[in-house]
T-cell receptor, first 109, second 116 residues
Framework: GIQVEQSPPDLILQEGANSTLRCNFS?????LQWFHQNPWGQLINLFY???GTKQNGRLSATTVATERYSLLYISSSQTTDSGVYFC???????????FGKGTSLLVTP | EAQVTQNPRYLITVTGKKLTVTCSQN?????MSWYRQDPGLGLRQIYY???????DKGDVPEGYKVSRKEKRNFPLILESPSPNQTSLYFC???????????????FGPGTRLTVL
């Protein structure tokens, strides 16, 4: 199956810092989403971004499909940004979202 | 409010006692699916449905059943739960049937199931 690798696996930031999370995938995809799983376990949609760049407030994402990677940028981080960030893709021939193992982010005051 | 709802949110049960986790969406989505999340294994798809009366197995279907009698509902049935089905379960939906996988998938709040 398709491989989805996220880095770094863990990240600790001080409030106000910026960060970049990376997602590499091993095959052509027709869907790529970024999610935030909050401490209560809920999966929150951040971006649907199979290609190009999008921004939503302090968050932005870029996917370069031809080079098989996506980046999630978090600027001016806040403690509420803590949680696990997942990248998930659907390969061209498939139906399931294939999730990476996530980046666990802790933002300290 | 557009949403995917699941019930119950938390459930503790015993081995062999049949249970159903309900999933409902109010967005008129054609595609619905179930995932389970386990430490070290991540999220994996159990079953999916492209439309009413159309269901298919995902990556880990063993021990589960589903049905899609109505567009808005997609219940997950565990006929004889076992401890290895202890997990966090998510229902998801998206808009377009055949092209649903090219569309944003929305997730429910999750159901924490413990099987003793």
């Amino acid at each position: 199956g398709i491989q989805v690798e996220q880095s770094p696996p863990d990240l600790i930031l001080q409030e106000g810092a910026n960060s970049t999370l990376r997602c590499n995938f091993s095959d052509s995809v027709n869907n790529l989403q970024w999610f935030h799983q909050n401490p209560w376990g809920q999966l929150i949609n951040l971006f649907y971004i199979p290609s190009g760049t999008k921004q939503n407030g302090r968050l932005s994402a870029t996917t370069v499909a031809t080079e098989r990677y996506s980046l999630l940028y978090i600027s001016s981080s806040q403690t509420t940004d803590s949680g696990v960030y997942f990248c998930a893709v659907v390969r061209d021939s498939g139906y399931a979202l294939n999730f990476g193992k996530g980046t666990s982010l802790l933002v300290t005051p | 409010e557009a949403q995917v709802t699941q019930n119950p949110r938390y459930l503790i049960t015993v081995t062999g006692k049949k249970l159903t986790v309900t999933c409902s969406q109010n967005m008129n989505h054609e595609y619905m699916s179930w995932y389970r999340q386990d430490p070290g294994l991540g999220l994996r798809q159990i079953y999916y449905s492209m439309n009413v009366e159309v269901t298919d197995k995902g990556d880990v279907p063993e021990g589960y059943k589903v049905s899609r009698k109505e567009k808005r509902n997609f219940p997950l049935i565990l006929e004889s739960p076992s401890p290895n089905q202890t997990s966090l379960y998510f229902c998801a939906s998206s808009f377009k049937g055949a092209k649903a996988v090219r569309d944003t998938q929305y997730f429910g709040p999750g159901t924490r199931l413990t099987v003793l």
